[in-house]
């Protein structure tokens, strides 16, 4: 799409986990297609749908997703952290508005995306989407930083700027 029309915005909305949900799996999935796979082509914002419903997926309009299964569950006076919470607390932290994406590398068994925020930080989100523990570095210019992710685990760096 970017390529037949750069001047439009693109907007990724209204993704949504299926109840009851599989953490692992879905925490997989959306990081991988949503999170890092949205704004490496080239889309302006990521939403998760929806930010917080009942015990049993309400309210809901007529017609509507009667299993869609809010980032946050709300029991009475209990609130449950659902899989999206944990997708989008990933960028919503530690990308604040006005951050622009930054090219970064496209390892297949670490995706990954990348911002420089406006006070010149950069932030990278990295999924492991391989089977085991796997090491790497981020390098940033004349710093490197050496790390490791369990299989399926995501992870958000902030690294202070180059200047650059």
């Known amino acids: 799409?970017?390529?037949?029309?750069?001047?439009?915005?693109?907007?990724f909305t209204e993704q949504w986990i299926g109840a009851p949900g599989d953490f692992a799996g879905?925490?997989?999935?959306h990081v991988r297609e949503l999170l890092i796979g949205?704004?490496?082509n080239w889309c302006e914002t990521v939403l998760e749908w929806n930010l917080a419903a009942d015990a049993n997926q309400d309210p809901h309009t007529e017609g509507g997703c009667t299993r869609c299964l809010g980032a946050l569950t709300?029991?009475?006076?209990r609130v449950h952290r659902n899989t999206?919470?944990?997708?989008?607390?990933?960028?919503?932290?530690f990308v604040p508005p006005a951050s622009v994406r930054i090219a970064s590398s496209e390892p297949e068994i670490l995706p990954n995306v990348a911002y420089r925020t406006p006070s010149g930080e950069v932030v990278v989100i990295v999924l492991n989407n391989g089977e085991g523990e796997e090491e790497f570095t981020l390098d940033l210019g004349?710093?490197?930083l050496a790390t490791r992710l369990p299989a399926g685990a995501v992870a958000t760096y902030v690294l202070p700027g180059t200047g650059g």
């Open 38 to 40: 949205a704004p490496r």
């Open 142 to 144: 004349d710093r490197q």
């Open 84 to 93: 999206a919470y944990y997708v989008i607390a990933h960028a919503s932290r």
């Open 26 to 29: 879905d925490l997989k999935w």
């Open 74 to 77: 709300i029991d009475g006076q």
């Open 1 to 11: 799409m970017h390529e037949a029309y750069p001047d439009k915005h693109l907007y």
